[in-house]
Every structure is written in structure tokens, then in C-alpha cells.
């Protein structure tokens, strides 16, 4: 691939490149990802050496110093015009996002539209020096500066939302900061950075596109002062054993096993959202539904209307209007999908909806998709109840005793959230105070 110069404001999506002291530059050798709904190519874009990581942390050293110095309000307003270009291109990233990552045109605009949202929404918090003690013989007081280099290593999932999660508060902050995104999902993570050349000085924001070796180059690079990773938790144990060989700083968002526990007076009106909530782009989301927990008294009801819910989520190209249920983004997590609903068919597990397999062709003649499928009570140490999905499977189960219900939705590794629907408030707040997860809805 060719090195261009980009002038223009407006990003183009028919060539991609990596971004590099305020340049576009291409690689010896390119890679490619697929569509997940069609299986065709996507364009090639740049496979990365651990010499093009070098020169991007030499680059990006040099900017460090110059962009820590330039005024919290000089940042904020290069941030917010970068979030003008973004939403100025809103249809262009939200057409690439469906066909890089699969999920329907309408959720990938509601992503765009959220990253937009958040960069404008950092752009409003400060960071002021604290006074702890001021008077005639001495000051002491706290004040927060640049950590320096930031290695952001982006998920699939939401690749556009969660990169803009990382750059907005590192920019605001004065550092600077190279974007990893997924191999799976490169496309409009690059392009981000693209479109950052116009608002933020070279070095300032930067992009790789790579293999797998590109993550532990970064994550071992002594150059690098902190890593941002987003991603599963087994990845993310690599991640933190890797940052320590170099003391990193280090910031993780893994993995997560949501329950949502139903009590007896649901509005039964709610069980719409809960369904849309645990499917929402295949349930490939860290905070989401992923286990439901249903009160004795009403489980047969709420059963029979999420069984009628899912008929309407047609699984589907996500340039379908019709269409709420994607594909799964990659192979990988495919044949993960898969297994587990092997698994639940040789334990015997009751299938209430959809399939243990696959949908016809999937993965061969066409992308890689699943019916949205139900798992009816199955044991609390099946692995579709233990392990996280990552997939349009919801296992439904039964609880009688609000103690229990409480410890079994803590029994779990994983602890990002949680969600109680109840119409009685205390005890929604019983529930949300023996929870042992970092965020619950009620």
C-alpha cells in the first residue's frame, strides 16, 4: 500500500491506511476482514510491523510534551470539532460499521450517534487542582497530569463508541494516543484517526491496523505509559501480565455476565425491553442481559411473552430494514456460540426457542448466524448459565426465595452489572444492596 497525503475534511471510505505522524501510510503486506453477514472481502487494509509501532511511539513521545501544554480549553474545542466532523459523516461511518461488524444500519447510526454524544459529554468535565492546605508558610495541593503515551486496544463489538471512549478522555487530559482496533473491525477505527488530522497536531492521534502480534507489541513496549483495553477477560489476564513486565498503567473493561432478576409484580409491559435488551446486536455486548432470572409466580407468563417477542427479531444483513438480530462478527466467537449451544444439547437442556444449531448455511454460503435462541431452566452450572454467551442465547430461570435469587446472580467471575425489575422499590433496593456487581438498573 501506497503512503497518501489527506487534505480534505471529509473522510473517504474506499482505501485504508494507517495514520502516523499526521500521514497516511501503508504496509509492505495488507490484510482483510469479512463481512459478517456475506462473507465477501472487505478492503485491505495495512498489516503493521513492530517498526511501523516504533516510529508511531517515537512520533507520538515527540507530540506528548507539546499537547500536555496546550490549555484544557485549546483540547476541548479540538475534541468537539472533531465530534462536528464525526456527526458530519455520520451515514459514511455508520455504512462501513455495518459492514465491517454486522450489526443493522439503525444500531450502527445509534452508535455513531452515541460516540458523537460522548466526546461532546467528556468535553464538559474538568479536572481542577485541589487545595489542601493554602496558607503564610506552605501549599500543598493535588493537581493531574498527563500520564504521556496510550495505547488503546478497541473491541469488535462496538469498535466506533468505544474507541471515541478512549480518545475523548486522553486527548482532554493532555496525552496522546495510538488506536489498535480489532482485527475483525479495523475500518472505522482507522478512519477515525483519518479524520482526527485535520483537528489534532501529528502524533496526537494515531492508528495501527494489525494481526495479533500487534496487541503484545503494545502492551510490551517500554515507549507506551498506559494501555486502554476493552475486551474479554482472558485476554485481558495477557494483557495485565504483559503491561507488567514495563509497571503500565493499566485500564481494563472486561468481560461481564449480567443477570436480571424478575420479580413477582413485573409491569409485564417491561418484558419487551428486557428481550430487546438481551439481543441487541446478537448479545455481543460486555453489559447486557445474559442471564434472566424469573420469579416462580410469574416465570410461566413472562416465559410465554418472550417466546412471543423473539418471533418478530428477524436475524439478518444488517442493511435490511427488517432486521433486529445480526450476525456474529467473527468466525471465532461463532464456533465459541456454537459450542455452547452443543453443550446445552448434550446436557438435554430444554430449547425453548430457536436451535443448538446454527441457521442453514451459516458460515459457509452465507454470514454467521444464529436464531434467537432460549435455554428454559437450565441448571445453574450449565455453562450456558456460568459462562458468558457473547451470542443470541438467553437462558430463563426459576427463583423462589429472594436470599437465594440474590446469592445465585452473584455466583459468577464476572461482575460489570446487573439489572432488578420490580415496580416495589424496596425491594429493588434489597436487591441492588446484596448485589455484588459494579452497576445495577432498576
Known sequence: MASETINATFVEFDSFFNVIDGQLTGTESTRYSVNPSTLEKNPPVPLSTAED??????????????????????????IQA??????????????????????????????????????????????????????ETRRIWTRYIPVGIVGAIIPWNYPVQLACGKIGPALLTGNVLILKPSPFTPYCNLKLAELGLKYFPPGVLQALSGDDNLGPWMTEHPGIDEIAFTGSTATGKKVMESCSKTLKRLTLELGG?????????????????????????????????????????????VLSKVLAVIQHLKPGDGFRDDVYIPPITNVQQFERVRKLLADSQRSNLKIAAGSAEPMPGAGESKGYFFSPTIIENPPDDSSIVTREQFGPVLPILKWTDEDDVIRRANDTQYGLGASVWTQDM??????ATGSEKESLWN
Request: net charge negative; hydrophobic share 45%.
Open 53 to 78: 509501532l516504533d516510529k508511531a511511539v517515537q512520533v507520538a513521545r515527540q507530540a506528548a510534551g507539546l499537547w500536555a501544554q496546550r490549555s484544557w480549553d485549546d483540547r476541548k474545542k479540538a
Open 82 to 135: 472533531f465530534a462536528t466532523a464525526l456527526e458530519a459523516q455520520l451515514n459514511q461511518f455508520a455504512e462501513m460499521l455495518t459492514r465491517e461488524q454486522g450489526k443493522p444500519l439503525s444500531r450502527a447510526k445509534v452508535e455513531v450517534k452515541t460516540s458523537i454524544q460522548w466526546l461532546r459529554e467528556f468535553c464538559e468535565l474538568s479536572i481542577p487542582d485541589t487545595f489542601i492546605e493554602d496558607n
Open 257 to 301: 455476565n449480567d443477570p436480571a432478576i424478575v420479580c413477582a409484580d413485573v409491569d409485564l409491559a417491561a418484558i419487551p425491553t428486557i428481550v430487546a435488551i438481551a439481543f441487541d446486536n446478537a448479545g455481543q455486548i460486555c453489559a447486557t442481559i445474559k442471564r434472566l432470572y424469573v420469579h416462580e409466580a410469574v416465570y410461566d407468563v
Open 426 to 431: 424496596e425491594q429493588a433496593h434489597r436487591i
